[in-house]
């Protein structure tokens, strides 16, 4: 595809509800990646996915947070019984491998606010 | 957690000055690349400068670094109303660690 997309862009939920959000990175790029961003503060990684290896899921913040990739496609990031604290914008990047020499290509974020 | 530091939080400018913000990280890095962010949404890569490299042009842009006092610079040069963004660093082993990021406003 022509760049990183994610749906929907804006989610608003209530606490206690689960909520999926969605990344379709560049098409061939094998690495992707999650992060968070509270409002005034940076990114905060989550975990990302390279190709078939197992994925570094270090940057969860809690077992209510898990993330799944279909082969080098899809990546759906999925929240269970939300908190008003997981209310920030979820990003998605992805680049053409796992190497660190490579850009990170972000998508538009999904924008999450928890009542 | 945050590797990367930025100073200032924020800095606002005239436009066609220059705008210089810097950033201090605490490990080694294999890169250092610097983003920009409107609008509180996606980012966009601007510039990756290399661990062995010193300094980088692209531009309007020039980032330097110096890995024995473990910071980066990135200069705006002959700012432009657009420029109007967040600026983040982020170092890199294997994955991007950024900053909580640099707010620069240019005045019109």
């Known amino acids: 595809g022509a760049g990183v997309s994610q749906s929907p862009s804006n989610k608003v939920t209530e606490k206690g509800k689960d909520v999926e959000l969605r990344c379709d990175p560049i098409s061939g790029h094998t690495a992707l990646y999650w992060y968070r961003q509270r409002l005034g503060q940076g990114l905060e990684f989550l975990i990302y996915?390279?190709?078939?290896?197992?994925?570094?899921k270090s940057g969860l913040p809690s077992d209510r947070f898990s993330a799944e990739r279909t082969g080098e496609s899809v990546s759906t990031l999925t929240i269970q019984r939300t908190q008003q604290e997981d209310s920030a914008v979820y990003l998605c990047?992805?680049?053409?491998?796992?190497?660190?020499?490579?850009?990170?290509?972000f998508g538009p974020g999904t924008r999450l606010t928890v009542l | 957690s945050q590797q990367g530091e930025e100073d200032p939080q924020a800095l606002s400018i005239q436009e066609g000055e220059n705008a210089t913000m810097n950033c201090s990280y605490k490990?080694?890095?294999?890169?250092l690349q610097w983003y920009r962010q409107n609008s509180g949404r996606g980012l966009v890569h601007l510039i990756l400068?290399?661990?062995?490299?010193r300094e980088k042009h692209s531009g309007r842009l020039r980032v330097t670094l110096d890995t024995s006092k473990k910071s980066s610079s990135l200069l705006i040069t002959a700012s432009r109303a657009a420029d109007t963004a967040s600026y983040f660093c982020a170092t890199a082993d294997y994955k991007l660690s950024f900053g909580a990021g640099t707010t620069v406003t240019v005045r019109a």
């Open positions: 400068i290399r661990s062995n490299e």
């Open positions: 996915f390279q190709g078939n290896s197992a994925p570094d």
């Open positions: 490990t080694s890095i294999n890169n």
């Open positions: 990047a992805s680049s053409a491998d796992w190497s660190s020499y490579n850009e990170q290509f």
